[in-house]
C-alpha cells in the first residue's frame, strides 16, 4: 500500500487539479467557499463559522462521475458509509465513529430520521442532478437540529432550476448495470418548474444482489428567491437481493423492497432584516423484508413509517447580532407486524444568539433546544460556539455542546428467532468539545479539527453465549476522540489547463468504559481508525475532465484496505461521455457485517442537454 499511495501522491502534486476549477467557472469568477452562506436560522458565510462544516457544490458531484449519491460520499472526510451492497440498496451513514442511528439527515432543513431504523436514510437521497449542495456538520449538532443528530448531521439542499430546459442520461457498466434519467425545468420571472424520473438496475455482482431503483422528484417554486413558496414532491422505491445483509454470512437468499416519499411545503418571508421560513412536511418510509426471497411463509417483514410534521424557523439582525428561534412539532408512528402500531410526538424549541465582541475580534454564539418526546420525557440541550478571524485569511474556533438520540421502535420491541428489542431502554446523551482551524485564501484552504466526545447509555445488541438472542442494552460509556485535516489547492479558472488537488486525513480512537460483551452486533472493532483521502482533478478547456480518487481506510481492528477510483468526461456539444473506473486496484475488501464488495468494474453514461 505505502508504494502504491507514494505514486500516487506524486503523480497527484504533478499533474493534479482543483476540484473546484468547474465550479469557479460556472460561477464566473474564482470564487471560494468561504463566501457561499450556509443554511441554518443565523445564516453564516463559511468563512465565519465556527464549527466543522464542510459544504460541497453541485458541480464537485457531477465532476465525481457517481451515478448515485452514495458513491460519491465514500470520498467525505470523517464520514464513514458503511455498504451492504452497491448503488441504491443499502448504506449505513457514520459521521465521527457514531452508528448509523446517530447521524441525522436532512433534506432542504427537513429532519428524516427514521423511527424503524437508521439503516434506511439513504433511502432518501435525491437524485444527484437536483442536489444544490450538501452541507455536512460534524460534531454535536442537536442545538441546531433536535434529537438524533448525536454525531453530527447532513443536510442536502436541492435545486429549485436548472439551465437546461432538457437534460437525458443514459447509464451502463459492469454486473450488466443500465439506467436512464430524465430531467426538464422551466421558468418564468416569479416560477420555476423542475421534474425528474429515473430508473436504475443491476443483475448484481454476486449471487442475489441484483437491483433496481426508481425516482421521481417535482418541484415549484413560487415567487423572488427573497420570498417564495416552494412544492417538492420525491418519491424512490426499490427491490434488492439482501444476501448476507442481516442475518448470517450463509443467508443468502434475503430479499427486501422499500419506498422513500417526501412531501414539504415552504415558505420563505423576508422582511427588513427579519426572515421567516415556514414549512410543513410528511415523510413515509417503507419497508418489506423476506428471509427467504419469494418464500414469505417462511419470514417475512413489513414496516411502514410515518412522520407528520410542521416547523417555522425565525432570523432577525440587531445591533446585538443575529437572533435565531425555531419551532418543530411532529409525530413519528410504524404499521408493522413484528412491532406493531407504534406512535410518538416530538417537539423541538430552539433558539441561538450571534454576539459580535470587540469590533469583530471575537464572536460568540450560545444555544440550546428544548425537547419533549412523549414516550422519554423532556429535556434541555445547551451549546457554544466561539470564533476569532485571524486576519483575513485565518480563523480558530472552540465549541461545546451536548446531544441525544431516543431509541428506535426497532431497538424497543422488534422480535425474531435471533434478536429481542428492550422496552425499558433510555435515551442515548453525549458531551463534546472540539477545537479548529481554518485557513481560507484564493487559491488554497486547509483546515484542522481535534474533537472529544463522552457517549453514555449507548445501545447495542449483545449476547454472552453463541446460542442466545442478541438483545438491545443500554451497556456502554464511550469516549471518542479524533483529529481531521484537509487541505485543497486551488488553481486559476482563467487558464486552458488547470490542475490541483485536495487531501484530507481522520483519526479516530475510541476507548469503551468496560470490557466489551462477548458477542456484540455493533462492536467498535469495525469502525474507522485512520482515513485517508487523496482527490486529483485536471480540467483543460471545461470541456475534457479527469478526476481520480483515492481512499486508504484502517478498521480499530487493524484490517486495511486501498480503493483507487478514475473518472473521465468529455464534453460534445451538448453531448458528455462519461467512463467511471472503480476499484482499479482490485482490492478485496468489506465495508459492514462480512459482505464482499465488487472488485474492479466500470460504468459509462452519455448524457444531453438541450
Same mark, same amino acid.
Request: aromatic share 10%; no cysteine; charged share 20%.
Given at each position: ?349 430552539? *433558539?441561538? /444568539?450571534? +454576539? @459580535?465582541?470587540?469590533?469583530? !475580534? ?9 425537547? &419533549? =418526546? ?65 485557513? *481560507?485564501? /484564493?487559491? +488554497? @484552504?486547509?483546515?484542522?479539527? !481535534? ?9 447495542? &445488541? =449483545? ?67 485512520? /482515513?485517508? +483521502? ?77
Amino acid at each position: 500500500m505505502k508504494d502504491v499511495l507514494f505514486v500516487f501522491l506524486v503523480i497527484t502534486f504533478a499533474i493534479s487539479s482543483s476540484a473546484w476549477s468547474q465550479y469557479y467557472e460556472e460561477q464566473g469568477s474564482t470564487q471560494i467557499l468561504d463566501e457561499v452562506v450556509v443554511s441554518g436560522r443565523i445564516a453564516e458565510s463559511y468563512r465565519n463559522l465556527s464549527k466543522s462544516i464542510q459544504v460541497i457544490s453541485s458541480a464537485e458531484i457531477a465532476q465525481s462521475g457517481a451515478i448515485h449519491l452514495v458513491d460519491f460520499l465514500q470520498r467525505i472526510v470523517g464520514l464513514d458509509v458503511r455498504r451492504r451492497g452497491v448503488g441504491p440498496t443499502q448504506a449505513d451513514l457514520n459521521l465521527r465513529g457514531g452508528s448509523f442511528d446517530q447521524t441525522l439527515l436532512l433534506i432542504d432543513g427537513i429532519a428524516l430520521e427514521d423511527a424503524q431504523t437508521g439503516h434506511h436514510l439513504s433511502n432518501f437521497f435525491p437524485p444527484i442532478a437536483l442536489i444544490e449542495r450538501i452541507e455536512i456538520v460534524r460534531g454535536s449538532a442537536a442545538r441546531i437540529f433536535g434529537q438524533n443528530a448525536f454525531s453530527g448531521a447532513i443536510n442536502i439542499i436541492t435545486k429549485t432550476s436548472v439551465e437546461s430546459t432538457l437534460q437525458v442520461q443514459l447509464n451502463g457498466g459492469s454486473f450488466e448495470t443500465t439506467g436512464a434519467e430524465i430531467v426538464t425545468g422551466h421558468q418564468t420571472a416569479k416560477t420555476r418548474l423542475l421534474a425528474q424520473a429515473s430508473s436504475l438496475g443491476s443483475a448484481g455482482y454476486r449471487y442475489n444482489t441484483d437491483f433496481t431503483q426508481r425516482q421521481y422528484l417535482v418541484s415549484l417554486s413560487q415567487g423572488s428567491v427573497e420570498n417564495a413558496l416552494r412544492v417538492l414532491g420525491f418519491f424512490s422505491p426499490r427491490k434488492f437481493g439482501a444476501n448476507g445483509f442481516y442475518a448470517s454470512p450463509s443467508a443468502v437468499d434475503q430479499y427486501e423492497e422499500t419506498q422513500a416519499s417526501l412531501i414539504a411545503i415552504t415558505k420563505r418571508i423576508t422582511q427588513n432584516n427579519t426572515r421567516i421560513t415556514p414549512r410543513i412536511y410528511w415523510r413515509r418510509g417503507q419497508d418489506m423484508y423476506e428471509y427467504i426471497r419469494d418464500r414469505p411463509d417462511i419470514y417475512r417483514n413489513m414496516h411502514i413509517t410515518h412522520k407528520v410534521g410542521a416547523a417555522v424557523d425565525v432570523g432577525h439582525d440587531s445591533s446585538i447580532g443575529t437572533s435565531g428561534f425555531g419551532v418543530d412539532v411532529s409525530r413519528s408512528s410504524i404499521q408493522s407486524n413484528n412491532l406493531g402500531e407504534r406512535s410518538r410526538d416530538i417537539v423541538n424549541l430552539f *433558539a441561538e /444568539q450571534l +454576539i @459580535s465582541l470587540g469590533d469583530g !475580534v471575537l464572536d460568540v454564539t450560545p444555544g440550546l433546544v428544548y425537547t &419533549y =418526546v412523549s414516550n422519554f420525557g423532556s429535556n434541555v440541550f445547551p451549546g457554544v460556539e466561539i470564533g476569532a478571524p485571524l486576519g483575513t485569511a485565518y480563523r480558530t474556533y472552540i465549541n461545546w455542546g451536548t446531544t441525544f438520540r431516543v431509541p428506535t421502535f426497532t431497538d424497543l420491541y422488534y422480535a425474531d428467532p435471533t434478536t429481542l428489542g428492550n422496552e425499558n431502554l433510555v435515551a442515548e446523551s453525549a458531551t463534546s468539545l472540539e477545537w479548529g482551524f481554518r485557513y *481560507a485564501q /484564493q487559491n +488554497i @484552504s486547509a483546515s484542522a479539527a !481535534v474533537f472529544t466526545r463522552k457517549s453514555t447509555n449507548l445501545i447495542d &445488541y =449483545v449476547k454472552e453465549k453463541e446460542a442466545e438472542k442478541f438483545q438491545a442494552q443500554n451497556i456502554q460509556e464511550l469516549q471518542t476522540s479524533g483529529v481531521e485535516l484537509s487541505v485543497d489547492r486551488f488553481s486559476d479558472s482563467s487558464q486552458t489547463f488547470t490542475v490541483g488537488y485536495g487531501l484530507s486525513y481522520t483519526y479516530i480512537a475510541q476507548r469503551l468504559s468496560e470490557e466489551a460483551a462477548v458477542f456484540s452486533r455493533y462492536s467498535i472493532d469495525n469502525d474507522l481508525k485512520h /482515513q485517508l +483521502i487523496v482527490r486529483m482533478n485536471a480540467t483543460m478547456s471545461t470541456k475534457r475532465i479527469a478526476d481520480f480518487n483515492l481512499r486508504y481506510i484502517e478498521r480499530a481492528s487493524g484490517r486495511t484496505y486501498t480503493i483507487l477510483d478514475a473518472h473521465l468526461s468529455q464534453q460534445l456539444g451538448n453531448f458528455r461521455l462519461q467512463a467511471s473506473l472503480n476499484n482499479l486496484l482490485n482490492q478485496a475488501y468489506w465495508e459492514t457485517s462480512l459482505i464482499s464488495m465488487p472488485g474492479r468494474n466500470v460504468s459509462f453514461s452519455l448524457g444531453y442537454s438541450l
